[in-house]
């Protein structure tokens, strides 16, 4: 991970911790649940946004780099399709091996905070919104 930009590691780490803190058991992340997590993550850290667009770029060089796995998947008639992210290694292990190269001083304290911000997101997600 060591030669990413802080960009694509606020990417990976956003679809680390979807699993982590997620109440629901997930066996994949949908790509808008991460996106909107990434979204709150470089806020708390008063880092610059990307798009979406270079979001799905970010992870589409974390897969080239075998750090995930994608899927595309659709949600039935009309609700469109998006991408899913499967962790080759443990989220875990990732999420704690990312913490350590980004600026984590806004995360440790908001740690409560972002599992609830996850899990409305899953919620969200799930219920069509």
Request: hydrophobic share 35%.
């Amino acid at each position: 991970m060591q030669g990413l930009s802080t960009q694509k590691k606020l990417s990976l780490y956003a679809a680390a911790i979807v699993p982590i803190h997620s109440q629901r058991n997930l066996s994949a992340v949908p790509s808008t649940i991460a996106y909107r997590v990434y979204q709150y993550i470089t806020d708390l850290l008063d880092v610059d946004e990307k798009s979406r667009d270079s979001f799905l770029r970010y992870m589409n060089e974390a897969e080239t780099y075998n750090f995930v796995d994608s899927e595309k998947r659709g949600r039935g008639y009309g609700s469109g399709v998006h991408k899913e992210y499967t962790f080759v290694d443990d989220p875990e292990v990732v999420a704690e091996t990312l913490q350590a190269n980004i600026r984590r001083e806004g995360i440790t304290h908001d740690e409560e905070l972002i599992e609830s911000v996850v899990n409305a997101q899953i919620q969200d997600f799930f219920d069509g919104k």
